[in-house]
């Protein structure tokens, strides 16, 4: 896919910008880069326009990243938009309830731009 | 994973927790700084730490993970992060540390067996200053990993309630 724009929400700027860099490092044509502090910031994000894939952490303030991709369903913008969730919660139960809540792959911090290219590949790949 | 052995875990495990903690810390700095923390062969004089980030911890395993360092080592800690100069990251370094014990605390955590469901994280706190106190809740005592990352002193503590 060329030309991507995704989503990245992360309330930590720094995490922000290296999964920016691991993304291109793992070869993906990105275009741009949106960037949201929390899940409300990224619902708005969304209703401005569409992206091609989002990568979402879980623990974060105002709305959480489980939270945020429940409510991705009632955005028209999101629709077959892939979600992958990048954090260092690992437990069972959030990787269940965000694979149910239509999370199509997960990423534990920390990480390696490998790991980011083992997931989001098929995510897109899925997409296509 | 099993959610039935915590308390067996948390109870038997408990003395194997400092390696724990170190072994997180180093593979978090090796995964995401490039960088390798050795064990310091002294302790550190803590006043000269100024910059002290917090994870709490809530649930099965309950108290504070944090790390403390100078403000030097922080903005080095992003400047590795983000791969760019010292000075260029210095702005950054605030986010930097918080993140940093945040994945620390995240992957010490899913070291211990049944401890990733029946233990919660906060989101991170970051402290500028060496001339305060910390009380927590926690009565196990603290106990202290002195690292050294690039040659700049880190202090990696836990201290959980029993």
């Known amino acids: ?5 995704v989503l990245i929400v992360d309330d930590s700027s720094v995490m922000r910008k290296i999964v920016a860099r691991s993304l291109r490092q793992a070869g993906l044509n990105i275009a741009q880069v949106l960037e949201a502090g929390n899940g409300a910031e990224a619902l ?4 401005q326009g569409k992206v091609d894939l989002v990568l979402c952490d879980i623990n974060m303030p105002v709305m959480d990243g489980l939270e945020f991709v429940k409510q991705l369903s009632g955005v028209e913008n999101a629709k077959g938009v892939p979600v992958v969730m990048i954090t260092t919660e690992g437990s069972e139960d959030h990787v269940v309830q965000a694979l149910s809540a239509g999370a199509c792959g997960y990423i534990r911090k920390p990480f390696t731009p490998d790991q980011v290219k083992e997931h989001v590949l098929p995510a897109l790949a899925g997409n296509l | 994973m099993s959610a039935s052995s915590p308390n067996l875990a948390a109870g038997q495990l408990r003395e194997s927790w400092p390696p724990l903690l170190a072994l997180a810390a180093q593979e978090v700095f090796s995964l995401m700084l490039g960088s390798r923390l050795v064990p310091a062969r002294e302790p550190f004089a803590e006043q000269e730490l100024a910059i002290a980030s917090i994870v709490g911890l809530a ?6 993970i944090s790390i403390r360092c100078s403000p030097k080592s922080a903005a080095l800690m992003a400047a590795k992060m983000l791969g760019v100069d010292t000075r260029e990251a210095g702005p950054e370094m605030w986010d930097a540390v918080g993140e940093v014990c945040n994945m620390i605390a995240g992957n010490f955590k899913s070291k211990i067996v049944g401890m990733g469901d029946a233990c919660m994280l906060s989101v991170p706190t970051v402290i500028a200053g060496a001339d305060y106190r910390l009380r927590t809740l926690a009565n ?3 106990t ?7 040659g700049l002193p880190l202090i990696v503590s836990i201290e959980v309630h029993n």
Do not use: A, P
């Open chain 1, 1 to 5: 896919m060329d030309n991507m724009r």
């Open chain 2, 144 to 150: 202290n990993i002195h690292l050294l990352f690039e």
């Open chain 1, 44 to 47: 708005v994000v969304l209703q």
């Open chain 2, 140 to 142: 196990s005592g603290k």
């Open chain 2, 59 to 64: 649930g099965q395993l309950c108290g504070v």
